[in-house]
Every structure is written in structure tokens, then in C-alpha cells.
């Protein structure tokens, strides 16, 4: 059964930083997601992309996110600088045809701001 | 203003029990998804079930069933002969129809499932 595949499972970096969280969506969906869970709180949505192009953003999402499909699998997450509350787990999600589709979550990269 | 709440943060219960997990949204869409997602210890979100708000018929999955309650906004979600295996989180999600992409997610029950 197709998946989302996300890496790396944990990245661990120092604040200042920057990373960039890996996704390869469900081959056949179009549109993508990337959401972010803090220790033991709730999923929270940053940004949805179709068409390469971010079709809405959270008030999380500021200026020192961004998102990219660079090739025709991947789609990845850059964290500029790293603050030490962008410690959580980093879900990315796709869903097939239309937004109103199911969306499928990746197993996450658990993020670590030292 | 759209907003799920999931009242019961912990449940524990002995194996074989039934449990029930609340889920109450809000929303001013008269056309709306909702979602039930469950997070196993390993951490990723596996999708359950997702219901339109023109269905409000209930659902049956083997020992999963869903009650959907438009008149009292609650998506309710029962285990029946509750197994260790079905330890997990359980997050409960809105999606409005068309405004918006996002899915709105409670804040998850835990549930623990003794032997």
C-alpha cells in the first residue's frame, strides 16, 4: 500500500541552525501538508502546498519556514534558524485529487533544538 | 470559529472492555469532514475514518464504530472488547468543506488498555 515517507526519523541540531525536513508524498496525490506536533500536545497545521505553490499558511508558518518540491517526488521543509521551541515532532501529509480528500500522514521526523 | 475538543485527556480500561472516546467540534460550515486518527506509541497517525456532514449514518469496522451526532456536533468513537494493541492516542480532526485545507485536531485521548 502506497506511503508517506519522511527523513530522517530524528534530526538533533543546535539553535541558530538550519534543517530541512525530507517528505516524499504518495506518488499520485497532489496536494501536500506539513503539520507539527510539541511533546504530548495537539497536531497543529503549518502550510498546504498544490501546484508549487503554498495555497494557505498558519500563523506558525512565519518567515523562517519554507517549503519546496524541488524534483517531482519530494517535498521538503526548511527551519532557517532553529529556536529551541521548534522542538516537536514534524508531520507531512498528501492527499490525492481535491483538498477535500483524505489526507495520509507520514510516520514524522522527530526534531530536536539543542 | 472552528474548534474540536476532546474532553478526555486519559482513559484506561481492562482488556475485553468497551470505551467510548467523545469528540465535540465546532464549526459554522454547513458542509464539514471530520477525521478520527490514532497514534500509536510508535508515533505516526494512522487514518481511521472520515465522515461528511451530510452522513450522518453510523459506522461499523470490525470492533470500531463511529456515532455521529449533528444535533449535538459529536463524532463519538466506540471499542468494543477493547485489545492492548489499541493503546494509543486518538485524535479526533474538523476539516471545513472548501474555505480551508487544514484539518483542525483536538487534543487526543489517551487511552491504555490493561491485560
Known amino acids: 500500500e502506497p506511503e508517506v515517507t519522511q527523513t530522517p526519523s530524528h534530526q538533533v541540531t543546535q539553535m541558530g541552525q538550519e534543517v530541512i525536513l525530507r517528505c516524499v508524498p504518495i506518488?499520485?496525490?497532489?496536494?501536500f501538508y506539513w503539520y507539527r506536533q510539541i511533546l504530548g500536545q495537539k497536531v497543529e497545521f503549518l502550510v498546504s502546498?498544490?501546484?508549487?505553490?503554498?495555497?494557505?499558511k498558519s500563523e506558525i508558518f512565519d518567515d523562517q519556514f519554507s517549503v519546496e518540491r524541488p524534483d517531482g517526488s519530494n517535498f521538503t521543509l526548511k527551519i532557517r534558524s532553529t529556536k529551541l521551541e521548534d522542538s516537536a515532532m514534524y508531520f507531512c501529509?498528501?492527499?490525492?485529487?481535491?483538498?477535500?480528500?483524505?489526507?495520509?500522514f507520514g510516520p514524522g521526523t522527530r526534531l530536536t533544538v539543542l | 470559529a472552528q474548534k474540536v475538543t476532546q474532553a478526555q485527556t486519559e482513559i484506561s480500561v481492562v482488556e475485553k472492555e468497551d470505551v467510548t472516546l467523545d469528540c465535540v467540534y465546532e464549526?459554522?460550515?454547513?458542509?464539514?469532514?471530520l477525521f478520527w486518527y490514532k497514534q500509536p506509541p510508535s508515533g505516526e497517525l494512522v487514518f481511521l475514518i472520515r465522515?461528511?456532514?451530510?452522513?450522518?449514518q453510523n459506522e461499523i469496522s470490525g470492533r470500531y464504530s463511529w456515532n455521529f451526532q449533528k444535533s449535538t456536533s459529536s463524532f463519538n468513537f466506540t471499542i468494543t472488547a477493547s485489545q492492548v494493541v489499541d493503546s494509543a492516542v486518538y485524535f479526533c480532526?474538523?476539516?471545513?468543506?472548501?474555505?480551508?485545507?487544514?484539518?483542525?485536531f483536538g487534543t487526543g485521548t489517551r487511552l491504555k488498555v490493561l491485560a
Open positions: 506518488s499520485n496525490h497532489l496536494y
Open positions: 501529509a498528501s492527499s490525492e485529487q481535491t483538498a477535500t480528500d483524505t489526507q495520509y
Open positions: 465522515r461528511n456532514s451530510f452522513d450522518e
Open positions: 502546498f498544490y501546484n508549487n505553490e503554498i495555497s494557505e
Open positions: 480532526a474538523l476539516s471545513p468543506f472548501g474555505r480551508t485545507y487544514k484539518y483542525i
Open positions: 464549526t459554522r460550515d454547513t458542509t464539514y469532514y
